[in-house]
């Protein structure tokens, strides 16, 4: 049971007879008027639990976007429903209108439009949808929570989609599908055309040269139906924040960018979230459902505090392909001691496969290193630091001891990163490094070289 304003603002009336006539019988005769319209309110409402649910929902949100569904309340009850629905979903999945005001005549349905605007990744969910049944007077009502469970699962943003179209002209261009003639880029052959000044003499075609009594040479392309793995760290390392997001966030966006990328080149994409386990996979996604297979494997990763089981990858790549592939293993490059694992695999994996291995930096290092503040509120510019003169102060910041000491550690931060990298590059890896919002693009440059240079 459930009263309403209504009901409250008719009790408070009391308080007029009471005070006027001096006698509290009257205030009193007036509460039990109110008390009974009550009850009766309540033996003429509608019974909320003879109220049938259907969802019609998306299986799918984006982060960030919009996504339409609908919610049918059936009357299968003798009385009409005048009432207040309310559907129970978690605060993140943006659903609204969270309550909403319905009119069902016995034996009819209503239809009520939602929308939903979800700021958190993952699977949001509903544990049902609360009916208050009113009467005809509206002072009291009937009220059930009707079970209608649903999912929404909500796929990362793909914020870096708006560097694809960019990759996807260079791709055109190498593949020769625009009016410009990039030389000597590509492994496969494509057809003969007359020598013009400035081709790579290596490319000449000497049989047909001989044939035609005149120089022709040989024109190349990017292979296709090439094989892409692409590995995403959920261990500890995703875990750890740059930029208020962590760093699985950008090893997310770097997924969809790049899978995006290689599968309009008619690459085959393969996906691994790996941390002690494999925790999902996708296997060879194409042109038009990478992105929604990625993102939905995506959607539920979540950075776990165990250390990333590294040793498993060359066994799992060896599972999609035994052929030559592009690996990429999206983690962060930090020290040697949290990397050794992944630095300890990178040369079995790239005496089979091109491998590229990304890290993450974080610009408030940086800015400590050069002995600059983090900007204050207001986009205001980094204060410039005050330097001591004289002998021994000199080169150190002025201000309290702490400071030159998240100094020195930022330094120390920036010279292990820089180490990890070196390391990587002499087993054979080619680092991508920069902040969270370069790295998406990086990765995309690194695989347009790989396919320019017939790396893969």
């Not at 590995?231 to 966006?253: M, Q």
Request: charged fraction near 25%.
């Amino acid at each position: 049971m459930a009263v309403s304003g209504r009901f409250v603002a008719l009790l408070a009336v009391a308080v007029v007879p009471t005070v006027l006539l001096g006698s509290g019988w009257a205030g009193l005769a007036w509460v039990g008027v109110v008390v009974l319209g009550a009850v009766l309110d309540l033996v003429l409402a509608a019974d909320p639990t003879a109220v049938r649910v259907e969802r019609r929902m998306p299986r799918l949100a984006r982060r960030d976007a919009v996504a339409d569904g609908s919610v049918v309340l059936a009357n299968d009850g003798p009385r009409r429903l005048r009432g207040l629905v309310r559907d129970m979903w978690e605060p993140s999945a943006g659903h609204a209108p969270r309550r909403f005001r319905v009119d069902v005549p016995a034996g009819e349905r209503r239809v009520a439009r939602v929308r939903f605007a979800p700021f958190r990744r993952g699977r949001r969910s509903t544990a049902g949808i609360a009916v208050r049944a009113f009467g005809p007077l509206g002072l009291a009502a009937r009220q059930r929570v009707l079970d209608a469970p649903a999912q929404l699962v909500v796929t990362p943003p793909f914020r870096s989609r708006r560097h694809l179209p960019s990759r996807l002209a260079r791709l055109r261009e190498l593949d020769g599908e625009t009016t410009l003639q990039l030389r000597g880029h590509g492994t496969e052959f494509d057809s003969l055309r007359d020598y013009v000044r400035g081709d790579d003499v290596r490319s000449i075609d000497w049989r047909a040269t001989a044939r035609r009594q005149d120089l022709v040479v040989r024109t190349w392309r990017p292979e296709r139906d090439r094989r892409v793995v692409v590995v995403v760290d959920a261990g500890r390392s995703g875990a750890g924040r740059v930029e208020d997001e962590p760093r699985l966030d950008t090893f997310i966006e770097s997924a969809l960018l790049l899978g995006a990328l290689a599968a309009a080149a008619g690459d085959r994409v393969d996906l691994v979230v790996l941390d002690d386990a494999v925790r999902a996979r996708v296997h060879g996604a194409g042109r038009t459902d990478v992105v929604r297979r990625f993102g939905e494997a995506l959607a539920t990763a979540e950075p776990a505090l165990a250390a990333t089981d590294w040793d498993a990858v060359p066994a799992v790549v060896d599972g999609i392909t035994t052929s030559r592939a592009l690996v990429v293993l999206l983690s962060g490059l930090e020290s040697v001691g949290a990397s050794g694992d992944l630095l300890a695999v990178l040369p079995r994996l790239a005496r089979r496969h091109a491998v590229v291995v990304t890290g993450v930096d974080d610009p408030a290092v940086a800015l400590a290193a050069r002995g600059a503040a983090e900007p204050a509120a207001g986009n205001e510019p980094p204060a410039r630091p005050r330097w001591r003169r004289g002998g021994g102060g000199a080169g150190l910041p002025a201000g309290p001891r702490g400071d030159v000491y998240r100094r020195a550690a930022a330094e120390r931060t920036l010279l292990d990163a820089d180490g990890v990298a070196d390391v990587a590059r002499r087993a054979g890896a080619e680092v991508v490094r920069g902040v969270p919002a370069d790295v998406p693009p990086l990765v995309a440059d690194a695989y347009i070289r790989a396919k320019a240079t017939g790396r893969l």
